[in-house]
């Protein structure tokens, strides 16, 4: 419905909201450079930005990245638990459910819409964010049409893929 441009400006406006909860994350993993790329990006996207509708950071060599309660559990060692398909915010597991609870509390909107947000900015997440043409992974359940099994195995793949990226290089 809207313009390119224009969403683009407001994913980038909220990826910089979004940045104090990156930054929290990052130093409760100890990753002190991306610490400081959060930290440096959410500055001068937030001046020159003008408020982040632009990202003057990447051109300037702070590239964006991603943090969540999620992955610092994982980190610490915390199993993924049981997995769970939560309504309005799609599949997850014990972890990254409790993982999300706590980045929306460190979320600035958090406060703004007394909790309203952690519907309205993550029900449409999964909208953006899955595989596309890829309904299984890792072999398993090969050619399967069953949603539940092809999501389950997708979000297990996903979350491995960020505990690996939160632990670092091996």
């Known amino acids: 419905?809207?313009?390119?441009?224009?969403?683009r400006a407001l994913n980038?406006?909220?990826?910089?909201l979004n940045s104090s909860q990156v930054l929290v994350n990052d130093m409760l993993?100890?990753?002190?450079?991306?610490?400081?790329?959060?930290?440096?990006?959410l500055g001068i996207n937030s001046t020159l930005g003008?408020?982040?509708?632009?990202?003057p950071a990447s051109s300037l060599g702070f590239e964006r990245h991603t943090s969540d309660f999620g992955q610092t559990l994982a980190l610490s060692g915390a199993p993924s638990g049981t997995y769970l398909i939560l309504p309005l915010l799609g599949p997850t597991t014990v972890?990254?459910?409790?993982?999300?609870?706590?980045?929306?509390?460190l979320h600035p909107t958090f406060y703004a819409m007394g909790g309203y947000d952690l519907v309205f900015f993550s029900g449409t997440a999964g909208?953006?964010?899955?595989?596309?043409?890829s309904p299984t992974t890792g072999g398993r359940h090969t050619g399967t049409t069953h949603l539940t099994l092809?999501?389950?195995?997708?979000h297990a793949n996903d979350n491995t893929d960020k505990a690996l990226h939160a632990q670092g290089p091996a």
């Open 29 to 41: 993993q100890l990753e002190w450079h991306d610490a400081w790329t959060c930290t440096a990006r």
């Open 127 to 133: 909208l953006t964010t899955g595989r596309p043409n």
């Open 150 to 154: 092809a999501c389950t195995d997708c």
């Open 95 to 105: 972890r990254d459910g409790i993982g999300l609870g706590v980045d929306a509390l």
């Open 12 to 16: 980038r406006f909220f990826d910089n």
């Open 50 to 55: 003008l408020a982040g509708f632009f990202d």
């Open 1 to 7: 419905v809207l313009p390119d441009p224009v969403r």
